[in-house]
């Protein structure tokens, strides 16, 4: 037993990283479109403001795995053709962009209304405001939820083991369907993602017990 | 482009969406009841638990919140009848996960509850002689189920969504249905459109009656 798990830990590891890699982009692309529709949600005017809030509300609405599915079979059904891994990295995205649209406005959200206006009454500009007196404070509110939501996106990332993407879910399958030893490699796979999301997860939690000190 | 949208064959293979939704509703209600219990009994005996228990508790709870929900569901259904002598369907074997699961996410969700009870209605119990279980089943659990009730509908509507991983060992729930009639009818773009439709409605409708559940709930006394 032990000797076979040893010699699949090479292919393990390959899976390992493309769940790594999967992660990594859905987090670092939907950081950029949640921040730039969640500043759109806030401040934005009230059409774009339904718009966004429609494509949160919906996408949160409805399970990642459907969103996966519509995303990997539809899109093809309408002419646009994107390899396995893109779909899935674009429905993973649309996913994590509508949860960090909800993490900056509720950041922003929690910044007094008296902030904002004293940066109105000295005369900053729109663009200054947000830079020099919002956003630095809203980061610290933003930052653990944003953190800790980092664990969805691994977690969700298992998901795209279903179309056919050697993620470390599809490898450990794999595996077993070679060597049927179900058990021990569930639990080992179990462990890496444990071990990944649990940095994750306390890390935002030290974050936030240090940002703590900061009150409204 | 040149596709062209034709929800003929969606609604005659609908049965197999409506008894979906029907199946994922009735999974994620089982799952929650037990969760619930799991949840209670757990958040309880944490608070008042020495070290030991408590570092094990917390260890369920981390493991649970850590893993991905398809790699657990595998795990109980594929992994664990390999080494224990049980039997038992795809269906269970979803529940029992689901349950589990969502058991790790209520005790936090109780735990904080427990620990937000004022200090002095606990007192009040006490100087008005009530014994310790009686002040938890009057006292603690009544004040932590109304500053819990908002937390637990989002962990039930979360844990509907959830049912849709269920798809992966063919229980038929809302997402096997869409898949069902994705691969024999090839209209994938309007079963899912359905199906996220239903979704969102089954979702927000739950969400709204909750809501006033628990309106009714804080007014009530």
Redesign the interface.
Known sequence: MLSQILYALPFLAQGFALTLWVSLLVVVLSLIAGVILGVGLVYGPAPLRWAVRIFSD?IR??????LI??VY??LP???VHLQSFWAAVLALTLFKTAQVVEYLRGAVASIPKGQSEAAMAIGLTFRQRLVYVVFPQAFRRFLPPWINGV?DA??????V??LGITDL?QA??QV?GRT?E??P???L??LI??AV??AL?YASRRLEQRFAFIRD | ???TLNFNLIWRHFDKLSGGLLLSLELALIAIAIGIVIGLVLAVWYVSAGRVVRGIIAAYV??I????????V??VF???P??VDLAYSAQTSFVATLALYSGAYLVEVFRSGLEAVPRGQIDAGKAIGLTPWQRLVHVRLPTMMRITLPALSNTFISLF?????A??ISVPEL?YG??WI?FNT?R??EV?LV??AM??VT??ALLFALRLVERWYRTAR
Request: no cysteine.
């Open positions: 919906t609405g409805i399970p990642i795995l459907v599915f519509f079979y539809g059904a309408v002419g664990t691994v977690k969700g990332s298992a998901l083991s279903l879910m450990i399958n077993i049927y179900a058990m490699l569930y639990i796979g179990a993602y444990f999301n649990y997860s | 482009m040149g596709y981390e493991f919140r850590n893993v991905p929900l398809i790699l657990l595998y795990l594929y992994g664990l390999t080494v969504k959830d049912t849709s991983v798809s992966v997402t869409a898949q994705n090839f994938i773009v899912y199906v996220t979704y969102l979702g927000y």
